[in-house]
């Protein structure tokens, strides 16, 4: 099976505009994820999404937004882009069982540098 | 919430050295643990896990065991390789079904 695919693998962007990332995740994992990962804050948890609905939000300004369509694939969205949005943005997807929480399996994630 | 204590890094070992990261964890319900592992410019890959008390999980060497009466996850290894540098990564999934991860620790091996 293909892995979870992201793109672009790199943006620049400069404040004040907004950003779209995509994610493509594992064939039949309904579940996707996304992380901001930064040197000072580490991982921090964005959404999750499942069957096209938000399932859980971490605490983010509405700045940030994401949706899921119908074929699983995720977008991430980010408006009035500011300096600290420079980060590296990982997409997730899983199998979401009944009993047992299954593994997240992650992309390479993108690299967004805002100036 | 969900919050996962781990080990302050950069952790420095010379090849063939004992590993040992601690995790601590505080969750609700009966939380599944987690490591994982990043290399340089790649993404998070699942290292093992753990779903229920005393259960051990095991990948690579590494081993780590879900020990609920200390809320401990810790990650070991018998003999560290240069190919096992890397940053390291704890994580908890509560009652919220959310995984939580911790701080990283980098982990460089010397040869």
């Known amino acids: 099976k293909a892995g979870v695919t992201q793109t672009p693998r790199y943006l620049i962007k400069t404040r004040g505009q907004q950003v779209t990332l995509s994610c493509s995740p594992i064939?039949?994992?309904?579940?996707v994820s996304w992380y901001q990962q930064t040197p000072g804050q580490g991982l921090q948890f964005l959404f999750e999404?499942?069957?096209?609905?938000?399932?859980n939000k971490g605490n983010f300004p509405g700045r940030f937004s994401g949706r899921q369509f119908s074929n699983s694939r995720s977008e991430m969205n980010v408006s009035t882009l500011e300096l600290g949005d420079s980060a590296l943005y990982l997409c997730?997807?899983?199998?979401?069982?009944?009993?047992?929480?299954?593994?997240?399996?992650f992309g390479n994630g993108t690299r967004l540098t805002v100036t | 919430g969900d919050s996962v204590t781990q080990m302050e890094g950069p952790v420095t070992l010379s090849e063939e050295a004992f590993l040992t990261i601690n995790c601590t964890y505080t969750?609700?319900?009966?939380?599944?643990l987690f490591w994982y592992v990043q290399y340089p410019g790649e993404g998070l890959q699942l290292l093992l896990k753990a779903t229920k008390a005393d259960d051990k999980g095991s990948n690579k060497g590494f081993e780590a065991t879900y020990r609920k009466e200390t809320t401990s996850f810790h990650l070991e290894k018998g003999s560290v390789q240069v190919s096992d540098s890397a940053v390291y990564f704890c994580?908890?999934?509560?009652?919220?079904?959310?995984?939580?991860f911790g701080s990283g620790t980098q982990l460089t091996v010397l040869p």
């Open positions: 064939s039949g994992h309904r579940s």
């Open positions: 994580a908890v999934s509560g009652s919220a079904r959310q995984l939580t």
């Open positions: 997730a997807s899983r199998e979401l069982l009944k009993t047992v929480d299954s593994p997240l399996h």
């Open positions: 999404y499942f069957s096209e609905t938000q399932r």
């Open positions: 969750a609700t319900g009966y939380p599944s």
